[in-house]
């Protein structure tokens, strides 16, 4: 059956420190992958997409990669703040439509 | 520009009542998307349709059901809701199948 995995724990990081996120797929065959970034309360934002023929994405502190071999992503925020405090979803392109993973709770600490 | 707006955000039925979620873009967006966000499950895809007057099943469309007789809008219909049902509804659109803009949410709890 189809899966797609996120890091199953909250992250907790000290202001500053990089965050790393993974997003791990089964039975997926993806053109692509998204990051959406979710507040509580909120509707998720879009962040990043990157195509199964890019290793690596960058927008300003946020780095995206993606192994299609591992079938895996990860997600890389760079000197975090306390405003990047939220739930980060993966997605994966699905016959046209996105399926979602649960999403990892990253807290920064000041 | 709103982008994606949805009516109404919170609301409380009795099982068996019925109710129809709103959901309006104004990006002249062809596809149109209703999910549902539980705990730990994350989003999950209700119906979604490619362009207006079209209407496809998702993973989870038992119980609901969609129209788009216009290409801003796109219903969510609960034709006699269930306890199982009371989820937050989020709407989203695209301009084809890859970034989507979502709206704020609805909460709907079910008693």
């Known amino acids: 059956s189809q899966k797609i995995e996120q890091n199953s724990e909250a992250l907790n990081i000290q202001e500053g420190k990089t965050a790393t996120l993974t997003c791990n797929y089964t039975?997926?065959?993806?053109?692509?992958l998204q990051w959406y970034r979710q507040d509580p309360g909120r509707g998720p934002v879009f962040l990043l997409l990157?195509?199964?023929?890019?290793k690596e994405k960058r927008k300003e502190r946020l780095k995206v990669t993606f192994d299609t071999t591992l079938k895996q992503s990860l997600f890389h925020i760079t000197a975090s703040q306390p405003a990047d405090s939220a739930t980060y979803l993966c997605a994966l392109e699905d016959d046209y439509k996105l399926s979602f993973g649960a999403g990892t709770t990253v807290t920064v600490r000041a | 520009n709103a982008g994606v707006t949805q009516t109404p955000k919170f609301r409380v039925l009795k099982t068996g009542q019925s109710m129809t979620l709103l959901c309006a873009q104004d990006m002249n967006h062809e596809y149109m998307y209703w999910y549902r966000q539980d705990p730990g499950m994350g989003l999950r895809l209700i119906h979604y349709?490619?362009?207006?007057?079209?209407?496809a099943k998702g993973e989870v469309p038992d119980g609901y059901n969609v129209s788009r007789l216009k290409k801003q809008n796109f219903l969510l219909g609960l034709e006699s809701a269930a306890p199982s049902q009371t989820s937050v509804y989020f709407c989203a659109s695209s301009v084809e199948s890859d970034t989507q803009y979502f709206g704020p949410g609805t909460r709907l709890t079910v008693l």
């Open positions: 990157i195509r199964e023929n890019e």
């Open positions: 349709s490619v362009g207006e007057g079209t209407t």
């Open positions: 039975n997926y065959s993806p053109a692509y």
